[in-house]
């Protein structure tokens, strides 16, 4: 079965620096990754998906993320940190094919200090 | 172009009752997969209909139950409500079988007393 870690449940960035969330998968076949951004009291936004293609996955609002299977990672930066990115994100895996369900982390919630 | 509804927005139950969620999916899409997530955590998936059938579910016990209608639109069922079942329950759409690009509702606040 496919999971995620999500390394740091909180993280503190101060605006303009680089943010760096980490998560690591584990899987048993190439797996698709997700990255989300959840807003409070809303449901989850897609910001960038690997499905196999270039292992460098631009997203939305300045986000990318960098798939490395040698370390079983997909992190997810941003060079410059804006007041609107507080939120929390979540690394999500799932099997390719169709009908996967995908199994999300446990979230990192972004603090951005002016 | 109306994206993934969900209601109601609230809802308070006391813990034996059972509870109705509905789901309209995006504009387009056919695939609707409904995910609990309690305070803190991150969505755990319930279970995906496609073409009026459950496709695949998670590990949830049978007092959750799902319907999806020839509109696409879709219900979560849970019978014998218990204290834990109190959380966000998002509902999420796709077009066809690829979950890869999933559109998330707002989400059902479901509180149990």
């Known amino acids: 079965a496919q999971s995620v870690t999500q390394l740091g449940s909180h993280v503190s960035v101060s605006e303009g620096a680089l943010v760096l969330l980490r998560c690591n998968y584990s899987s048993s076949v190439p797996p698709y990754l997700f990255w989300y951004v959840q807003y409070p009291n809303q449901g989850l936004q897609l910001l960038l998906k690997y499905t196999s293609a270039a292992t460098l996955v631009k997203g939305i609002n300045g986000f990318e993320a960098e798939f490395k299977k040698s370390e079983t990672s997909f992190h997810l930066t941003k060079p410059s940190a804006h007041m609107s990115d507080a939120a929390e994100y979540f690394c999500a895996v799932s099997d390719p094919g169709g009908y996967q369900k995908v199994t999300f982390g446990t979230g990192t919630k972004l603090q951005v200090i002016p | 172009d109306a994206g993934v509804t969900q209601s109601p927005t609230h809802l308070i139950k006391t813990r034996g009752q059972q509870v109705t969620l509905r789901c309209s999916p995006k504009s387009g899409h056919d695939t609707v997969s409904w995910y609990q997530q309690a305070l803190g955590q991150g969505p755990q998936f319930i279970f995906q209909y496609y073409e009026e059938e459950e496709r695949q579910r998670g590990n949830f016990p049978d007092r959750f139950s799902g319907h999806q209608f020839p509109n696409y639109s879709s219900e979560l069922n849970v019978n014998a409500l218990l204290l834990g079942d109190s959380a966000l329950y998002l509902c999420?759409?796709?077009?066809?079988?690829?979950?890869?690009?999933?559109?998330f509702g707002p989400g059902t606040r479901l509180t149990v007393l």
């Open positions: 999420a759409s796709s077009l066809g079988t690829d979950t890869d690009t999933q559109y």
